[in-house]
């Protein structure tokens, strides 16, 4: 098997400036690529508005997030062939590629297509950068420094909703997609100093069959998730092809993935207990996360009344208990080499959480959103800090990048299918509860209704599309709260593998 040269790591103390430099590097690159994830969020709700498009809301994180899951396991291959540095700097111009098309758009179209763009290249940067933390510190440490990355992560969740709600008041949400130039410049500069160039020995041979059978199978279940029960009926003709193309890309994935040389996503992995538990259980968590990120300023905005950029605030209970579970979750696996009960205590509060997001409603006091984002927040941390570095304890070292990017794909798998689907089930469920509530000619679809719109109505009116809007967001969270039911079960059956002070063999 052909692999790419990596540079071993030997001691850390005599390491100590250059890994420094390498996790500061880490960091801003992680900054920006989550950054262009959460910049969005609460200006969506205005975008669509202006281009007329609030029924394709959620495709423009869904459209981010498919192109991330699709990039991850692309990015982290490559990685592991020709090194770290190259690939995450054609991930930067990709994504900036995608923000300059995105901040042009003049059509939902474009918009979303210059999302995609941004995910490709976004997707390959986190991953990436996660992996190098694996190829710098050894097994006992990773778990600290991919809790910092996990708040590093949070803290962009902060600030990117807050500067993307203050570019749309003071000057047009087409400038969120630039505010990320200087970032992305930056960490330009940063990893071309802090990363080794890396020689791979030996002629490589490229999976593009397996690398465009697995685009093709994740596409096909974003697409049956999103228009499943909206746009297409589930026993339409339509539907049962799309169904079955997304099958017939399954096995032949599969065949494909058992002959190749370098695999994109190597079969063998699935036999891993830690790689198939961490993978289902962050799969239903990024569906309860993402779910989360994108209903909530939506919620706030048009039912409780607030501004953009205040619905961007009250994400910040939610990251700060992100930041805080992830932080302590890394000390302490850092401290003991232990970790399997954390992601099953926290998949327990995650659960609680999403069933007291479900009691919103117009009468629900900020105070009350704010408490329940913080238990978000804690339950969502140590699954993201534990599970990374669980997997890289556990898999061969030339399989690094393959396993790290894992994680994350298949978190974006659950965010991409579940955003699609609660969108989906919302909308439904909106449709339905305000037939016959509103004037006739109030609304030109679904997809027109904004909080300006609702704020020109009677009040008695505002009364019943509050209740109506909250009531359609309910069975979104009654869902979250099963999923991460169901983690909590399946983390009981991780298997703890034991952390040394040494490197992956």
């Known amino acids: 098997m052909t692999n790419a040269t990596q540079e071993t790591p030997t001691d850390t103390g005599t390491r100590a400036p250059q890994t420094r430099i390498a996790l500061a590097a880490v960091a801003v690159t992680l900054l920006f690529a989550s950054l262009g994830q959460t910049i969005v969020t609460t200006a969506i709700p205005t975008m669509a508005a202006d281009l007329g498009g609030m029924d394709q809301m959620t495709w423009v994180i869904t459209a981010y997030l498919l192109a991330s899951t699709i990039g991850a396991p692309i990015a982290g291959k490559l990685g592991d062939l020709y090194g770290r540095k190259l690939v995450v700097q054609i991930g930067i111009m990709v994504f900036l590629a995608g923000a300059t098309l995105a901040g042009l758009a003049q059509s939902m179209g474009v918009l979303i297509a210059g999302r995609a763009v941004q995910g490709l290249g976004g997707g390959g940067l986190i991953v990436v950068s996660m992996a190098v933390v694996a190829d710098v510190l050894p097994a006992r440490q990773r778990g600290q420094a991919q809790g910092l990355l996990g708040a590093v992560f949070g803290v962009s969740t902060v600030i990117g909703p807050l500067v993307g709600g203050f570019l749309v008041e003071a000057l047009s949400w087409h400038w969120i997609f630039f505010a990320n130039f200087p970032i992305g410049l930056l960490a330009l500069i940063v990893l071309h100093a802090a990363l080794p160039n890396v020689k791979r020995e030996g002629p490589v041979k490229l999976d593009i069959a397996g690398a465009f059978l697995l685009a093709t199978l994740l596409s ?4 049956v998730s999103n228009l499943g029960g909206s746009v297409l009926s589930w026993g339409s003709s339509e539907m049962i092809w799309l169904m079955a193309f997304g099958l017939a890309a ?54 409780q009344g607030v501004s953009p950029s205040l619905s961007g605030l009250f994400l910040t209970p939610m990251m700060a208990g992100l930041i805080a579970s992830s932080a302590g979750a890394g000390r302490v696996m850092s401290r003991t080499g232990r970790y399997k009960w954390m992601p099953v205590l926290s998949t327990a509060l995650l659960a609680l959480a999403m069933l007291s997001l479900s009691t919103l409603s117009a009468s629900s006091s900020l105070w009350t959103v704010a408490l329940s984002m913080v238990l978000v927040g804690l339950g969502l941390g140590p699954v993201f800090s534990i599970g990374v570095a669980a997997i890289q304890n556990d898999v061969p070292r030339h399989m690094l990048g393959v396993g790290t990017a894992s994680a994350n794909m298949f978190r974006l798998i659950g965010g991409s299918i579940g955003t699609a689907a609660f969108g989906a089930l919302f909308s439904a469920n909106l449709a339905r509860n305000l037939d016959g509530h509103l004037p006739s000619g109030t609304l030109d679809g679904i997809g027109s209704i904004s909080a300006d719109m609702v704020a020109r109505l009677p009040v008695q009116t505002q009364r019943t599309v509050f209740a109506d809007f909250s009531a359609a967001l309910h069975p979104v969270f009654w869902i979250a709260a099963g999923l991460a039911v169901v983690a909590c079960i399946v983390s009981m059956r991780l298997r703890e593998v034991p952390m040394t002070d040494g490197y992956s063999s």
């Open 220 to 223: 096909v279940a974003v697409l």
């Open 250 to 303: 399954l096995a032949g994935f599969i065949a494909v993935e058992s002959r190749a040389a370098e695999p994109v996503l190597p079969l063998s992995l699935f036999g891993n207990n830690t790689f198939l538990i961490v993978n289902t259980v962050g799969f239903m968590v990024g569906v309860a996360m993402f779910g989360t990120i994108t209903f909530m300023p939506l919620y706030l905005q048009v039912v």
